[in-house]
């Protein structure tokens, strides 16, 4: 359909872009992650990732949103690569989340947050979209169903 072709690139572009910009300028990620990930961390009673660690880890991440992208984008596996772009992404979003915090003002936050959500929540169409054929569970039912009628067939004959 002509709207997937159209609408899957234009999402993919916002997960390339943001990708790219991880992986070209990894540190105002990495002040975003550090201090959950040092929380996370001290719980479990192991020592803080190191920065250089912490640079290396987003910019992996980034690589692998640019790979998803393209993926996306070019309609190969879109329904995998909307799934793993959104389970990738949501906790990029929880971390913009605009709680209360001195140095940056909630209206500055709000915006990359709320752009965050928008794109978990087209990948997640995106996963959802079987492009006009059934589901997985609706085949599965069917064979199922069809099995059974077979059975009771060969049983009466």
């Known amino acids: 359909m002509l709207l997937r072709r159209i609408a899957r690139p234009l999402v993919a572009s916002w997960f390339v872009y943001d990708g790219f910009q ?37 910019q992996a991440h980034g690589v692998a949103t ?47 947050f709320v752009a965050k959500l928008g794109a978990v929540g087209a990948a997640l169409l995106i996963a959802g979209d079987t492009a006009g054929k059934p589901s997985m569970s609706w085949r599965v039912s069917q064979a199922r169903a069809e099995r059974a009628q077979r059975r009771v067939a060969d049983e009466q004959s």
């Open 66 to 112: 640019v790979l998803l992208g393209f993926s996306l984008a070019l309609s190969k596996s879109p329904r995998t690569a909307g799934v793993l772009l959104a389970l990738s992404t949501a906790p990029s979003a929880v971390l913009r989340a605009p709680v209360a915090k001195a140095e940056v003002s909630r209206s500055e936050r709000l915006g990359p």
């Open 22 to 58: 991880a992986v070209r300028h990894p540190q105002e990620h990495v002040e975003l992650a550090r201090s959950p990930i040092n929380a996370v961390l001290e719980r479990a009673d192991k020592p803080a990732v190191s920065d250089a660690k912490l640079k290396r880890v987003v």
